[in-house]
């Protein structure tokens, strides 16, 4: 078997696990080696409990010695919930090779490379390093880029608009559709609108019980809050900050801010100005579109730009979803 087929079985590994559990932790999996089988397995089952390293080792009835061990990410280096994974390697004295498909981009994490070539452990670093960060986007953002991972999400007509004129838009999609937005926000750190989606729709902005909600943040200078549901949740409130004449410029420093609040990923639910502005900025990572049968004729359309079409263009499709009468859309950069 090749380097690239075990590292694939160790990306599967990681994978067996929930990543609302897991977070605020990537997921990581792992596979020991002898002999060209593989002889034991493990992942990150939930934030707090032994990494994938660990639970492999301990999954072996008896110890070995002179294995390879293929582990998804940079075996940690420092005390967090746990001790260092890289310990547990060393300290077990089973291993004369660890794969790893790609670096920790958390610098309180790193430095597990250097640890194990200082025991007399052979390292490579790179194989299947393009699928150990496709499963783990957020937390390569969070890291690499200091700022959340951001999904825009918008519901359409069929003939492209977001609400009526009058701002108002329940329900543009049905409630399969919407459930689906339920899930996602159950797997997001915040999620982020504007004060006229506040004044017009009165959302509650949670997850409908399907799992953890969402910290709410609310765009605005003015907002009467206590007149809304999202006052009971302590929402953060951006608005003296932010400069008017330049949104786009604003997204930066909200995402800035965001960073500093340890907020992995945003869900961007706004209205057009929102959108439009995140749009603008080019700091989005994911855009979920949900398309339903309905048409209004005339309305408020979801992005306030030009023409959106050259920058769907730019887009590629991941995914499609056929709902009862609506579909979803996800796009990525």
Same mark, same amino acid.
């Given at each position: 078997?090749? #380097? ?12 067996? *696990? ?24 493990? /992942? ?20 070995? #010695? ?6 998804? !990410? ?39 490379? %250097? ?6 452990? %052979? ?5 299947? *390093? ?9 937390? /390569? ?23 009526? &004129? ?52 609310? &765009? ?6 206590? !007149?809304?549901?999202? #006052? ?16 786009e410029n604003n997204i930066k420093i909200i995402l800035d801010n965001l960073f500093q609040e340890n907020v992995? #990923? ?22 979920? %579109? ?44």
């Open positions: 078997m090749s #380097s690239t087929f075990f590292m694939q079985e160790a990306i599967k590994e990681a994978l067996k *696990a929930d990543p609302n559990k897991v977070y605020p932790n990537p997921l990581v999996g792992c596979v020991i080696v002898k002999d060209n089988k593989i002889i034991a397995r493990g /992942y990150h089952r939930e934030f707090g409990t032994s990494h994938a390293e660990v639970n492999a080792i301990e999954s072996l009835d008896v110890p070995v #010695s002179s294995a390879d061990l293929y582990v998804t !990410l940079e075996p940690c280096a420092h005390f967090g919930k746990n001790p260092p994974c890289v310990n547990a390697i060393i300290e077990s004295k089973m291993f004369k090779k660890v794969i790893i498909a790609s670096y920790d981009p958390n610098e309180k994490a790193m430095g597990g490379i %250097e640890l194990l070539k200082s025991a007399g452990i %052979e390292v490579e670093v790179g194989d299947c *390093a393009k699928e150990s960060k496709e499963i783990n986007q957020r937390f /390569y953002t969070f890291f690499q880029e200091k700022r959340p991972y951001v999904i825009i999400k918008f519901a359409r007509t069929q003939d492209g608009f977001i609400a009526r &004129l009058d701002g108002s838009s329940k329900w543009i999609t049905e409630e399969d559709a919407r459930a689906d937005v339920h899930l996602t926000r159950s797997g997001c750190d915040a999620i982020l609108v504007g004060r006229n989606t506040i004044e017009i729709d009165n959302p509650s902005l949670d997850s409908h019980g399907i799992g953890r909600d969402p910290q709410i943040v609310i &765009l605005s200078s003015d907002l009467k809050l206590n !007149l809304f549901k999202v #006052s009971k949740k302590q929402p953060l409130i951006f608005g003296k900050k932010l400069n008017k004449k330049s949104p992995q #990923s945003l869900l961007v639910e706004g209205g057009q100005k929102t959108i439009t502005s995140f749009i603008k900025s080019g700091y989005f990572d994911e855009i979920h %579109e949900y398309v339903s049968p309905k048409k209004f004729e005339s309305g408020i359309p979801f992005y306030g730009g030009d023409d959106f079409s050259e920058i769907r263009s730019s887009l590629k499709l991941v995914s499609e979803i056929s709902f009862k009468n609506d579909i979803k859309k996800v796009y990525k950069k």
